[in-house]
């Protein structure tokens, strides 16, 4: 239900329109039928107090007319006028009833109603009171009196005569108020509710024809986002939506012809790169063999062109390997790289990888240090392409080491192996980590470079690291060095979710002194930098799109 709620704007607005007209209806329903209720009441109380008012006067002049002397005709005259008041009729039980009753001091007079109830328990105390101290008063009992229970209106007078006060009462029955108050709740309450549903009703309405082009709008637009590029909105009318409409189809055609410009470029481009590597072999082929030749006789030259040879056999080293790597990136960029994965020891790829490169660490005074485990490390991955990873990823830090150790772990567990490569040169400034797999970027190209480099490596190794659907990560601070993590899943065609080494260094100060475990690592000047290619399984590693 929450997932629902978010994800449907219908939904949001036609739940408030419902809850807010049902508030805002409820309320007027509960005044409409509150003041339907006391006018009711009101004009029940100002009949009765009528009735009381001249009932009063009548039985006070009939009283009048006996002294204390003619009890016994009194009692006749209080049974007359307690009839008469009521209407002539003393056996009627549903109706007004009528009580003369004397008060505390009169004991000579006896109560009389009409009709004939016990209306003792209706008549409160307090009303008694109030109507034997000359008041008028009045209070709402609810009684049995007849065959059901009944809420009456009581209306009290004093009656004054010669022989003392005697009091009146009035006991009306509120039923048919009630009646009619709860008809007219009930009316309320159904017009109110016929109201709202019609009001939600109508919300529903009015949000489809505004969310209908938006929900059209968003299906087309992941349309053309997968690649469908010949996607359109229909267009109906004049109004705004059909104006949204029209800007989005011209938004989507100028989008398509962008999108296919920038395609056959590329296109092109990457054709141009893999032909021009492909011609540049046969001539490259030739001077190779020129320049072997010289290289080889350069014993017999002059100084000078015995130099000039050296120098000629280094650029050419260079040269080709550049060609090697722009090849490698036009069988990336054509989609025709394959992977030959096949069950392979790592270990031994790892220190093959250091042999290599042991003379040029030595020529820096960088120490390449070693932490692998005993046991063989086993995965399916293809062995040239790890270890072309692996020597691009210590060749870099063995130049960027500033003359400090590199260290080289490996690790691995039940569905992947990893390695990381650490150094402690000049790091990476913030943002760096974003841009070190860039063709052709250098942190400093004004550093003297000791390999004589492509630019092309890192790019390289991103490719490959996603050939085995792994990661290939940097973190770096500046002055802290830099470490870079490449994950492998064990099984060839298995997805990643973690890997065995963590990515920022155990030795690497965290900002702000937080933990190292939980949290998120600060991005900022002066604190380490992490890049990720993959799924985000820590908190120190952002995700980056390929």
């Not at 209306?119 to 009684?143: K, M, Y």
């Not at 055609?253 to 054709?271: D, F, G, H, V, Y």
């Not at 691995?412 to 402690?424: K, L, P």
């Amino acid at each position: 239900m929450h997932g629902a709620w978010r994800r449907s704007l219908q939904l949001r607005v036609v739940t408030i329109t419902l809850v807010a007209s049902s508030l805002l209806v409820g309320g007027f329903a509960y005044l409409i039928a509150d003041k339907i209720t006391s006018i009711l009441l009101e004009n029940a109380e100002t009949d009765v107090l009528q009735r009381l008012q001249n009932g009063s006067e009548y039985a006070s002049k009939q009283f009048n007319l006996y002294s204390r002397a003619e009890e016994a005709q009194l009692q006749d005259t209080i049974d007359g006028t307690v009839n008469y008041l009521a209407g002539g009729d003393p056996t009627q039980t549903n109706g007004v009833v009528v009580a003369i009753t004397g008060d505390n001091t009169n004991r000579a007079v006896a109560p009389r109603t009409s009709p004939e109830v016990e209306v003792g328990p209706l008549i409160g105390s307090e009303l008694r009171a109030s109507v034997a101290a000359g008041n008028v008063a009045h209070q709402i009992r609810t009684g049995v009196l007849g065959d059901q229970r009944t809420k009456y209106l009581v209306y009290g007078s004093p009656v004054p005569t010669q022989f003392g006060q005697l009091e009146l009462y009035y006991l009306v029955p509120l039923a048919r108020q009630d009646a009619t108050a709860a008809d007219a709740r009930a009316t309320v309450v159904a017009t109110g509710t016929a109201l709202v549903i019609l009001l939600g009703l109508l919300a529903a309405l009015v949000t489809r024809l505004v969310v209908t082009p938006v929900r059209v709008a968003a299906r087309t637009a992941q349309r053309l986002s997968a690649g469908l590029l010949d996607q359109r909105m229909a267009v109906n009318g004049e109004d705004d939506l059909a104006l949204l409409a029209a800007s989005f189809n011209q938004m989507a055609t100028n989008l398509q012809r962008q999108i296919l410009r920038l395609e056959e470029m590329s296109r092109l481009q990457r054709r141009f790169t893999s032909d021009v590597s492909h011609e540049l072999r046969t001539p490259l082929t030739t001077v190779r063999m020129a320049a072997d030749l010289i290289f080889a006789e350069r014993d017999g030259f002059d100084p000078a062109v015995a130099r000039s040879a050296e120098l000629l056999q280094a650029e050419l080293d260079r040269f080709e390997e550049l060609l090697t790597d722009l090849l490698e990136i036009s069988r990336f960029d054509a989609g025709f790289a394959m992977l030959d994965a096949e069950p392979t020891d790592l270990v031994p790829v790892v220190h093959r990888v250091t042999e290599r490169l042991a003379g040029l660490a030595e020529r820096v005074g960088v120490t390449i240090e070693l932490d692998v485990p005993d046991p063989p490390v086993i995965a399916e991955v293809d062995p040239r392409r790890v270890e072309r990873v692996l020597r691009n990823l210590v060749g870099n830090a063995v130049e960027h080491g500033e003359g400090r150790p590199v260290r080289i772990t490996l690790g691995m567990d039940e569905s992947a192996v990893a390695v990381t490569v650490r150094d402690h040169g000049v790091g990476l400034k913030p943002g760096e980590e974003k841009l070190v797999f860039n063709r052709f970027w250098r942190a400093d190209p004004s550093r003297a470079r000791q390999t004589g480099g492509t630019g092309l490596g890192l790019s390289i190794s991103l490719e490959d690291a996603r050939l085995h659907g792994g990661w290939l990560e940097a973190w770096g601070a500046p002055g802290q060095g830099a470490q870079f993590r490449l994950t492998l899943p064990a099984r060839a065609g298995d997805r990643l979710t973690t890997s065995p080494l963590r990515l920022v260094p155990a030795d690497a100060p965290l900002p702000f002194g937080g933990p190292r475990d939980g949290g998120l690592l600060a991005i900022g000047p002066g604190t380490a930098g992490a890049l990720a290619i993959g799924p985000v399984e820590d908190p120190t590693r952002a995700e980056v799109a390929p």
